[in-house]
């Protein structure tokens, strides 16, 4: 009565297949594995240095006024 035989295992497969259907077992696993590749994903993210801004959010300083972004306009001379 320790393990489980072989038999056993299909009974339970047998049973299984009975109650969910053979064709909604593949569309269950599918939508697990998505599960899990958007929880590693959001791992990942997560990872990421929170202290670096994003590109293209404004920057600021420690009293919570915008830094002005210096751009310097070349005129060319002409000749």
Wanted: hydrophobic share 50%; charged share 25%; net charge positive.
């Amino acid at each position: 009565m320790g393990s489980m035989s072989i038999w056993h295992w299909l009974i339970v497969l047998v049973v299984v297949l009975l109650l969910f259907g053979a064709g909604k077992i593949p569309k269950l696993m599918g939508d697990m594995a998505k599960g899990v590749t958007a929880f590693k994903k959001g791992l990942k993210d997560g990872e990421e240095d929170p202290a670096k801004p994003a590109d293209g959010a404004p920057q600021v300083t420690a009293d919570g006024a915008p830094v002005a972004a210096t751009t310097e306009v070349k005129k060319e001379a002409k000749v």
